[in-house]
């Protein structure tokens, strides 16, 4: 009966080791300033992460959330890439950005050819410095295993 209880509490303790890791594996760096835009001023730094993979329809991307629901929506990679940045909630709306706007371009996400809970994970990160919305955007994030 203890060998069986021992043997149980062991497999829980494994299950909550690799829940750990996996949650521990995605790395977030970097954040975002907005600048007077029609969505006003505001900056953040991004505590998580998604893939597009995770949504409906899946899309090769990112979804980068801060605490109070601002955030930095990546679809693409390089040149044809587009941004979308969130106020807190979304309340304000959005900004849509693409490399026509932006004086520094570097938006790179790639497979980070790893599954977890059955989403592929992406690597990237965006490096920009536009005007958009009658004010200025900057960003510099870089996120890497980023799945749900």
């Not at 977030?28 to 993979?53: K, M, P, Q």
């Not at 329809?57 to 940045?85: C, F, H, I, Q, T």
Request: charged content about 20%; overall charge positive; proline content about 1%.
């Amino acid at each position: 009966m203890f060998a069986l209880l021992g043997i149980f509490i062991a497999l829980v303790g494994v299950g909550i080791g690799v829940l750990m890791m996996r949650h521990g594996a995605m790395k977030l760096r970097g954040g975002v300033s907005v600048e007077g835009t029609s969505i006003g001023s505001f900056s953040f730094r991004a505590n998580d992460c998604a893939s597009g993979a995770a949504f409906v329809p899946p899309y090769l991307g990112a979804n980068l959330r801060a605490e109070g629901g601002s955030g930095l929506r990546v679809v693409e990679s390089g040149d044809k890439a587009r941004l979308w940045v969130f106020s807190q909630g979304g309340k304000q709306g959005a900004l849509t950005i693409d490399k026509g706007s932006c004086s520094q371009w570097d938006v790179v996400v790639d497979w980070a050819h790893e599954t977890t809970n059955r989403v592929n994970s992406v690597n990237g990160h965006v490096r920009v410095k536009c005007a958009v919305g009658g004010g200025k955007v900057t960003a510099d994030v870089t996120f890497e295993r980023c799945a749900q």
